[in-house]
């Protein structure tokens, strides 16, 4: 079985300072990757997705992710937010095809204006 | 149209009732799935539906019943619910099952 780990659970930053969350995930087998975001009161956005291909991904909102396959990971990075990235992010995995689509404990992101 | 609508927004219940939770998509997809999110938690998978067929049950308690009536709608009727099962509830649906998934905006529920 799949799972996901999100090691922040919390991040406070100024606008302009970059941003890295990170995301592992455990599977054996090929993985779809997928980053998730959830503004306050608001449902859950896909941001971005990595299923083959170019290993760095760009996602929506100047967003963008790297799939590292030795190390199991799929950091998600932005070189400046902007106070309205003030959001919780999830990471997301899927094992093969099953369909069963798992979500990592999210990241509360905090953007001092 | 790529949104997945679900109805009601706020749903309050006692534990004796019956209700119903209501999910549309007219995109075409072919996968449909329910969520279930306390406050605070990551969402976690009830159910997954493909092609109309229950694909996934996570052992869910069986005082929650889904329905694929058509490969628009899925349903979640809901029985003899306990207050700890008040959380949101997030419909979502992708193209298949390997593809991603997009979210309704969910249903909040309250079991007194």
């Known amino acids: 079985a799949q799972s996901v780990s999100q090691h922040n659970h919390h991040v406070i930053l100024s606008e302009a300072a970059s941003l890295e969350l990170g995301c592992n995930y455990s599977?054996?087998?090929?993985?779809?990757l997928f980053w998730y975001v959830q503004y306050p009161g608001q449902h859950l956005q896909l941001l971005l997705k990595y299923f083959s291909g170019d290993p760095l991904v760009k996602g929506i909102k100047g967003f963008e992710a790297e799939f590292i396959k030795s190390k199991f990971s799929f950091n998600l990075r932005k070189p400046s937010v902007q106070w309205s990235d003030t959001a919780e992010y999830f990471c997301a995995v899927r094992g093969g095809s099953q369909g069963n689509l798992i979500f990592g404990k999210g990241t509360k992101l905090s953007v001092k204006p | 149209d790529t949104e997945v609508t679900q109805t009601p927004k706020h749903l309050v219940m006692g534990m004796t009732n019956k209700k119903s939770l209501k999910c549309e998509q007219h995109?075409?997809?072919?996968?449909m799935y329910w969520y279930k999110q306390k406050a605070k938690k990551p969402p976690e998978l009830m159910f997954v539906?493909?092609?109309?067929?229950?694909?996934i049950n996570e052992s869910v308690p069986s005082r929650f019943s889904p329905e694929c009536p058509n490969s628009s709608l899925l349903n979640l009727h809901l029985h003899a619910l306990q207050p700890e099962d008040s959380a949101l509830y997030l419909c979502a649906s992708s193209r298949g099952l390997g593809t991603e998934a997009f979210f309704g905006q969910g249903t909040r529920l309250t079991v007194v």
């Open positions: 539906y493909s092609y109309e067929k229950l694909s």
């Open positions: 995109m075409g997809h072919r996968a």
């Open positions: 599977y054996g087998g090929t993985v779809n």
